[in-house]
């Protein structure tokens, strides 16, 4: 090779080194890994780890299973994620939204802490890690376009709130019925006033407080110390590990277990997560099936969406369909030692990034200190007290309902407001699943009425311009003999019907009229039963010595014209280029027409 010649990479190896890429993206970061990363990795593995283990605890609690199952879902997920996920510092584990949608589905099966409860947790894993590959193989990343913002806002603001109030009984230290209904869960707890444990009221509001405090005050008063953001971040963040210690250490020292009543967390088996065989029974996997595939898709949206705002922060991007088979992975992995179904988190995803992590190394890091921390550290969580594992559950959900959203979409659109309300109301009244399916039914429904009955406008020219604009807004230029139109929409089956009898009602509005144009430059998709209202559209005009003619048909749209014979039927009609072309030439028509007859 000449001095100086800069070495080829052979096309073959290029498009190996490009499919394991694809197939495995640990990879790629591994192979472009630099020094300079380790730091910011490092810091950021041990800041998340010790906010992920009291919270794993916790919404294990929350999902009915024993707290050390929360502490198996953090070890292998995150590394099979770190393996094939698309993002570089998204934090997967168990969350609470899909704690609360596991403990409603589980609990109509098995009673808590049975074998055949931990054994569906499992089954439910395993079912929601299969799913997530099964969609990211048939590349249905797009998915995350079909659920709007509303439907997803209304859900999760109730859903917090039903967290909140699922976590009544251990912050009041009674055993209060299960049930998804707030009225009957505080109506069940006002009756058992007399057996209130005050003691771990009194721990579980000081919880409460201090992580406010840690998270909210100490934040900014350590920056108005003069330190930097990352670090008021890192340090804040510790706040549920050091309640942890404090409330626990207090409740040892004080014997506030036998003393007061208060309830802890007792023995947690020391030890990485035992293999394990989710069960393959066909009757469970078919009652599970809705709950795995809402879980599937919840999961998916919430982790996708921390994903993309984190990625688009450093100018990095995220795949969708890679997000499904990472999640997958995480999923099945957890299925098999000992887990429950995880996705990634919005917290701990902004804390992890915040903290410095620049590659998915950050994950195996905090992966390696919960394995070290069920290996060596469980004994000490002995005499935990559940209020405080309930005062983290409630100030991590706290922040999740949104109750400005209603407000401000009723502004802008009550129709979406009302897809925000109806969700949020369905979610608290009948449960985390039908509430969903009922956001989205509605939403559906508004999105079908809105463009069942599309925006139609008569238009006229500007000035001595090209542009044309609505007549009932803007100072226009019209003709007569020439009535032109713009549809605001595309046209499918359930608008085709509102669009002919909309144009046939402004022909009789404007009996002069002896030509249509209709302008669709806002047309990108006519459907069959459109084509069909059209061609009836032309025929019904032709009757009635009218001419019906189409200005700015898009490229794609004209694509399938040709396909058909319509054109042909459109004679006399023509397509023309633009607005201004049908109206220059359709007036000139009617100048020559008229100076004939004279």
Same mark, same amino acid.
């Given at each position: 090779?000449?001095?100086?010649?800069?070495?080829? !990479?052979?096309?073959?190896?290029?498009?190996?080194? %490009?499919? #394991?890429?694809?197939?495995?993206?640990?990879?790629?970061?591994?192979?472009?890994?630099?020094?300079?990363?380790?730091?910011?990795?490092?810091?950021?593995?041990? #800041?998340?780890?010790?906010?992920?283990?009291?919270?794993?605890?916790?919404?294990?609690?929350?999902?009915?299973?024993?707290?050390?199952?929360?502490?198996?879902?953090?070890?292998?997920?995150?590394?099979?994620?770190?393996?094939?996920?698309?993002?570089?510092?998204?934090?997967?584990?168990?969350?609470?939204?899909? $704690?609360?949608?596991?403990?409603?589905?589980?609990?109509?099966?098995?009673?808590?802490?049975? /074998?055949?409860? +931990?054994?569906?947790?499992?089954?439910?894993? +395993?079912?929601?890690?299969?799913?997530?590959?099964?969609?990211?193989?048939?590349?249905?990343?797009?998915?995350?376009?079909?659920?709007?913002?509303?439907? &997803?806002?209304?859900?999760?603001?109730?859903?917090?709130?039903?967290?909140?109030?699922?976590?009544?009984?251990?912050?009041?230290?009674?055993?209060?019925?299960?049930?998804?209904?707030?009225?009957? &869960?505080?109506?069940?707890?006002?009756?058992?006033?007399?057996?209130? !444990?005050?003691?771990?009221?009194?721990?579980?509001?000081?919880?409460?407080?201090?992580?406010?405090?840690?998270?909210?005050?100490?934040?900014?008063?350590?920056?108005?110390?003069?330190? $930097?953001?990352?670090?008021?971040?890192?340090?804040?963040?510790?706040?549920?590990?050091?309640?942890?210690?404090?409330?626990? #250490?207090?409740?040892?020292?004080?014997?506030?277990?036998?003393?007061?009543?208060?309830?802890?967390?007792?023995?947690?088996? $020391? *030890?990485?997560?035992?293999?394990?065989?989710?069960?393959?029974?066909?009757?469970?996997?078919?009652?599970?099936?809705?709950?795995?595939?809402?879980?599937?898709?919840?999961?998916?949206?919430?982790?996708?969406?921390?994903?993309?705002?984190?990625?688009?922060?450093?100018?990095?991007?995220?795949?969708?369909?890679?997000?499904?088979? *990472?999640?997958?992975?995480?999923?099945?992995?957890?299925?098999?030692?000992?887990?429950?179904?995880?996705?990634?988190?919005? $917290?701990?995803?902004?804390?992890?990034?915040?903290?410095?992590?620049?590659?998915?190394?950050?994950?195996?890091?905090?992966?390696?200190?919960?394995?070290?921390?069920?290996?060596?550290?469980?004994?000490?969580?002995?005499?935990?007290?559940?209020?405080?594992?309930?005062?983290?559950?409630?100030?991590?959900?706290?922040?999740?309902?949104?109750?400005?959203?209603?407000?401000?979409?009723?502004?802008?659109?009550?129709?979406?407001?009302?897809? =925000?309300? =109806?969700?949020?109301?369905? @979610?608290?009244?009948?449960? =985390?699943?039908?509430?969903?399916?009922? %956001?989205?039914?509605?939403?559906?429904?508004?999105?079908?009425?809105?463009?069942?009955?599309?925006? &139609?406008?008569?238009?006229?020219?500007?000035?001595?311009?090209?542009?044309?604009?609505?007549?009932?807004?803007?100072?226009?230029?019209?003709?007569? !003999?020439?009535?032109?139109?713009?549809?605001?929409?595309?046209?499918?089956?359930?608008?085709?019907?509102?669009?002919?009898?909309?144009?046939?009602?402004?022909?009789?509005?404007?009996?002069?009229? /002896?030509?249509?144009?209709?302008?669709?430059?806002?047309?990108?998709?006519?459907?069959?039963?459109?084509?069909?209202?059209?061609?009836?559209?032309?025929?019904?005009?032709?009757?009635?010595?009218?001419?019906?003619?189409?200005?700015? @048909?898009?490229?794609?749209?004209?694509?399938?014209?040709?396909?058909?014979?319509?054109?042909?039927?459109?004679?006399?009609? !023509?397509?023309?280029?633009?607005?201004?072309?049908?109206?220059? /030439?359709? /007036?000139?028509?009617?100048?020559?027409?008229?100076?004939?007859?004279?």
């Amino acid at each position: 090779m000449a001095s100086g010649a800069v070495p080829v !990479k052979s096309p073959l190896r290029a498009s190996i080194a %490009g499919q #394991i890429n694809k197939t495995l993206p640990a990879a790629h970061w591994i192979s472009t890994y630099e020094r300079q990363y380790l730091t910011g990795d490092i810091t950021a593995g041990v #800041i998340t780890a010790i906010m992920l283990a009291p919270q794993a605890m916790a919404y294990a609690m929350l999902a009915g299973l024993p707290p050390q199952t929360g502490l198996y879902a953090s070890i292998v997920p995150l590394i099979l994620y770190a393996g094939f996920g698309s993002s570089r510092t998204l934090a997967v584990g168990p969350v609470a939204l899909v $704690s609360l949608i596991t403990a409603d589905a589980l609990g109509s099966i098995a009673g808590q802490g049975t /074998e055949a409860y +931990i054994n569906a947790a499992l089954a439910l894993a +395993i079912m929601v890690g299969l799913m997530n590959l099964a969609l990211g193989f048939l590349r249905a990343g797009f998915l995350v376009n079909f659920m709007s913002h509303p439907v &997803i806002s209304g859900f999760t603001s109730a859903a917090a709130i039903v967290i909140g109030f699922s976590q009544l009984k251990h912050v009041l230290g009674v055993d209060l019925p299960r049930s998804h209904n707030i009225i009957e &869960i505080v109506g069940n707890a006002a009756g058992m006033f007399s057996e209130f !444990k005050w003691m771990t009221i009194g721990i579980a509001a000081a919880g409460v407080v201090f992580l406010v405090v840690s998270n909210g005050w100490l934040n900014g008063y350590l920056k108005s110390r003069g330190l $930097s953001e990352e670090r008021a971040i890192q340090i804040s963040r510790t706040g549920p590990l050091f309640l942890v210690l404090a409330s626990t #250490i207090a409740v040892w020292a004080l014997a506030l277990a036998a003393t007061h009543g208060v309830a802890i967390v007792g023995d947690i088996p $020391s *030890g990485l997560p035992p293999i394990s065989v989710p069960p393959f029974e066909p009757g469970l996997w078919r009652a599970l099936a809705p709950t795995a595939a809402l879980i599937t898709l919840i999961g998916f949206l919430e982790s996708v969406s921390v994903a993309k705002a984190l990625a688009a922060k450093r100018r990095q991007k995220i795949d969708p369909n890679r997000e499904f088979v *990472g999640l997958g992975f995480a999923n099945i992995g957890a299925a098999f030692t000992g887990g429950y179904p995880v996705t990634g988190g919005f $917290s701990r995803s902004s804390v992890n990034f915040q903290a410095g992590a620049a590659t998915p190394l950050a994950s195996i890091i905090t992966a390696g200190l919960i394995a070290l921390t069920v290996l060596f550290l469980t004994p000490i969580f002995y005499f935990l007290p559940k209020a405080v594992l309930a005062a983290i559950i409630i100030t991590a959900v706290a922040g999740l309902v949104d109750w400005r959203m209603p407000k401000r979409l009723w502004r802008y659109d009550r129709a979406e407001a009302m897809s =925000v309300i =109806v969700t949020f109301l369905a @979610v608290l009244t009948f449960g =985390v699943e039908i509430g969903i399916v009922a %956001g989205v039914v509605f939403s559906i429904l508004v999105f079908l009425g809105k463009t069942a009955k599309p925006h &139609i406008a008569i238009i006229g020219r500007v000035g001595t311009s090209e542009h044309f604009r609505n007549i009932l807004r803007h100072e226009v230029h019209t003709d007569p !003999k020439i009535l032109m139109m713009r549809i605001d929409e595309n046209l499918y089956f359930a608008n085709s019907n509102y669009f002919e009898e909309q144009i046939l009602h402004a022909m009789a509005n404007h009996q002069s009229a /002896e030509n249509v144009v209709i302008n669709c430059n806002a047309i990108n998709m006519i459907d069959g039963s459109a084509m069909e209202a059209l061609e009836a559209l032309v025929e019904n005009l032709r009757e009635g010595g009218v001419t019906l003619h189409l200005a700015e @048909v898009k490229g794609p749209v004209m694509d399938r014209l040709l396909k058909t014979d319509f054109l042909d039927r459109l004679k006399p009609g !023509k397509v023309f280029l633009s607005a201004y072309d049908a109206m220059i /030439e359709l /007036e000139s028509q009617l100048n020559a027409n008229s100076d004939a007859v004279k």
